[in-house]
């Protein structure tokens, strides 16, 4: 059976005091939602190893938003996998929209980060997801699934294991705008059988595919009821305790 997981990517936001009470919150209330949901929380890097000891004797996770695609050395600015193990991350997002559209994030460099993630003992969450004209022009599948074969098909079955996917329609992150659960879970199936497809059912199934993009407390209990939709990826939503368990109380 594929996990359910709600992770919350806190973007560029919060001091590290605030990410401290942030995070020291979500374990107070860790409890309150059912055993069979997993939590992660992706704070900035300057909060990881602060953030990495109020998790420490919980059942969250920790995950980076984003790794290097180069081991070490001159790269003024980046951060490596091999460091955010060190840091205490067991998960790094790579390939989120945000890092596509202003950084240059290509499937190119997507495939050494991820590379190196399972290098250094670090799962991922993959981003994929199209972009409101791409949706319009009627290409989101094909988009989709070019995202995913031109770096997860390099994969092997065994890596795939260690990779959650997080369905992430540009159009809807951080707008307000949620896609209708009818959307979401048309696309989700659409995932996994592009995944079937390539890896076979195993694989297919077991795969944990999140929905990301205004996720909310109010909305989260009709999109996690959708059979291929296990869990959200949550901006906004998860800067706010409340908000970020309500919605793992969605299930
Ligand atoms: P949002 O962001 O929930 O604020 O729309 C989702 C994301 O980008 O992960």
Known sequence: MRKKIVAGNWKMNTSIAEGVELAKGIVAKVNEISKGVSLIVAPPFTHLTSVAEVLKDS???????????????AFTGEVAASMLKDAGCTYTILGHSERRQYYGENSEKLVRKMALAFENGLKVIFCVGEKLEERNEGRHFDVVASQISEVLFGLTPKQM???IIA???????????????????????????T???????DVADNTTILYGGSCKPSNAK??????????????????????????????
């Open 59 to 73: 059942p969250v996770a920790l995950s980076a938003q984003n790794c290097a695609d180069q081991p070490k050395g």
């Open 161 to 163: 294991a260690h990779v």
């Open 167 to 193: 369905y992430e329609p540009v159009w809807a992150i951080g707008t307000g705008v949620t896609a209708t659960s009818e959307q979401a879970q048309e696309i989700h199936a659409f995932i996994r059988k």
């Open 195 to 201: 995944l079937a497809a390539h890896f076979g059912d």
């Open 222 to 251: 009709e999109l996690f009821a959708c059979p291929d939709i296990d869990g959200g990826l949550i901006g906004g939503a998860s800067l706010k305790v409340d908000d970020f368990i309500g919605i793992a109380q969605s299930f």
